[in-house]
């Protein structure tokens, strides 16, 4: 079984972020990036499944992303992944998520996959639309916020997270998915690991390879950024302190009427 | 170029969530600036219970379907639904709640109508023919605005608690959509489990009351939080250590991996307030911090915090707000 995890590469979470006025893009020099949070959770449920299936089953990394990305791509492959594909193209610059979509799409249909595995937000976004518009470029059902999955010939279930709860799903391969925390905290890479990813295959996909009929980039996008503004920063807490909690809960119960908010 | 918009409504069994309000609300203000129809889609059991709840929204029609394949296979029957009513109206921006099931939705229907899609937006504005759409990104740090170029069809989705419902009885034409012909579906659902008993969304609520590692064990939950969620018609949520120790569900987990909120009253107790939890709280309306000590990061952006012990302070402060709520009843 192929596995494919897509992945995103965004900015430290950490890091002060900000945004180039002219071109209204994240300034990305100066800040480390790192896998999208999501997305490390995806690569440790595709490597446990691996684990659990043995056999020929192989985990992909995808990304798309700038060639700088390779070091950030290798602590994935360090992780346990066996080879990588790098979509890179200056051509993909200012794709929104619908071109992002289209052309994940095409590469993915090149790489094969029998499975895809997705983070279910970009951390840097909170859009979570991709994964989605992903299976329908691809024509392949979603199964959305899994966990505990269970594969055997070829036939997967899975629950899938709601707000209250979750449901029992069930379906065949291939499909997308996209995973939840549930399925456990992402590996370190082990010494071994981090040694043997140099060893691993990180291959670079142009577009000129994907034979688009649509385009993408700034072109291609059915959205445009006008305007970015920092917001402003909250200021600081009124600090009180409680001498106990009948004058704690008084001080909360007044400043919640104060604000209107009883 | 006139454009109709199009509501996704979210409901279980007939109860429609709070988000969906706020979306009719605010189509039935876009509608009237785009010069189109304001529509909203209905699916599954209970929708026509929902067309009823709906009906004191200013909508101009409700199109419904109780076809049972929408609640037995995953997403992909509610996506042909929408689509066809979507195709069937012309050109439209579809709203959607930002939640886990309005996320999905919104990918799917963006990538089958060829539509830009915008998301956790907190305003829209119209610039002449344009649609422009404002949202908070990278972690509510900066805003920005996002406009849809020249197509039949946009996709937004509406962060909940950012736009205000407002009722307004119109009378709207409820209409039945034909099942949509030639499909099959490849997810089952074989059952469906409650782990929490709030029908409440945690994106959804104007009010959350957030427990952290101070907390010390998930009991806390359920007998300081919980009674005080209810009494101001909240929802409880959690820092990532308190569902990494088990002690709430993920789906509770706000901050950097987990849900992005913006009540309107953010309570927490025993949470520091480092970034990873910052950025999934920072544009709630008011936030409100208990701590042990006053040195912790959260004082930085609170709007107030007080300085002592949440085991003792909650309770009380339930029942005051108990009290007060029975005062005005």
């Not at chain 1, 994240?26 to 995806?42: K, M, Q, S």
């Not at chain 1, 456990?184 to 000129?208: C, F, N, Q, W």
């Amino acid at each position: 079984m192929k596995i494919v995890v897509t992945v995103k590469l965004v900015p430290d979470t950490n890091a002060v972020k900000r945004i180039d006025p002219a071109t209204k893009r994240l300034v990305r020099t100066g800040v480390e990036t790192v896998i999208n949070p999501f997305d490390e959770y995806a690569i440790e449920a595709a490597l446990a499944l691996k684990e659990k299936l043995g056999g020929d089953t192989t985990v992909t990394i995808f990304t798309m992303a700038a060639e700088s990305g390779k070091e950030v791509v290798r602590k994935a492959l360090a992780m346990g992944a066996d080879d990588a594909v790098m979509l890179s193209d200056a051509g993909l610059e200012g794709s929104d998520v619908w071109a992002s979509a289209y052309a994940m799409a095409q590469a993915l249909k090149k790489i094969g996959f029998d499975l895809i595995i997705c983070g279910a937000l970009a951390e840097d976004g909170n859009t979570g639309g991709l994964p989605n518009a992903l299976s329908e470029y691809l024509g392949v059902p979603a199964l959305t916020n899994a966990r505990h999955i269970e594969i055997s010939d070829a036939k997967v279930k899975a629950q899938r997270e709601t707000d209250s709860g979750y449901q029992v799903v069930t379906g065949a391969l291939p499909m997308l998915m996209t995973v939840t925390m549930a399925v456990g905290e992402p590996r370190y890479a082990s010494l071994k690991g981090i040694m043997g990813a140099k060893r691993k295959t990180t291959a670079v996909m142009a577009l000129s390879e994907l034979g688009l009929e649509k385009a993408v980039g700034t072109g291609g996008a059915k959205t445009e950024v006008v305007e970015i503004a920092a917001r402003p920063a909250r200021g600081k807490a009124r600090v009180e302190e409680a001498a106990d909690g009948p004058a704690g809960a008084k001080i909360i119960f007044d400043f919640l009427k104060e604000r209107k908010l009883l | 170029m006139t454009r109709n918009v199009i509501i996704f409504v979210e409901h279980k069994a007939g109860h429609t969530r709070k988000v969906t309000f706020e979306l009719a609300t605010e189509a039935r203000a876009l509608a009237d600036q785009i010069g189109g129809r304001a529509l909203a889609v209905a699916l599954g059991n209970g929708a026509s219970t929902v067309a009823q709840a709906l009906g004191k929204y200013p909508l101009d029609e409700i199109h419904i379907s109780e076809d049972p394949d929408v609640d037995r296979f995953l997403l992909d029957p509610t996506v042909d639904y929408l689509e066809a009513v979507a195709r069937s109206a012309g050109p439209s921006i579809v709203l959607v709640g930002n939640t886990m099931m309005g996320r999905d939705v919104a990918g799917r229907i963006a990538a089958r109508l060829q539509a830009g899609l915008t998301s956790d937006v907190t305003g829209i504005r119209v610039e002449g023919a344009r649609v422009e759409c404002i949202a908070p990104k990278l972690g509510g740090n900066t805003i920005t605005t996002c406009a849809f170029k020249e197509a039949p069809y946009g996709v937004v989705t509406i962060r909940p608690n950012a736009f205000a419902a407002a009722s307004l009885e119109t009378g709207a034409q409820v209409v039945q959509i034909a099942k949509p012909a030639g499909k099959s579906y490849a997810l089952t659902i074989e059952a469906e489990v409650e782990e929490a008993s709030d029908e409440m969304g945690l994106e959804e609520a104007p009010v959350v009351i957030a427990g952290g590692r101070g907390l010390g064990g998930p009991e806390p939950f359920d007998t300081l939080l919980k009674p005080l969620a209810q009494a101001l018609g909240g929802t409880v949520g959690a820092s990532r250590a308190a569902a990494d120790a088990g002690w709430v569900p993920y789906s509770l987990q706000i901050g950097q991996t987990g849900k992005v909120v913006s009540p309107q009253l953010y309570l927490c107790a025993g949470i520091s307030g480092a970034i990873q939890h910052k950025v999934g709280m920072q544009t709630a309306g008011t936030i409100v911090a208990i701590n042990k000590d006053g040195s912790v990061p959260i004082g930085e952006f609170a709007d107030l915090l007080v300085v002592g012990d949440a085991f003792k302070i909650l309770p009380e402060l339930t029942q005051l707000v108990q009290e007060s709520k029975a005062a005005h009843a």
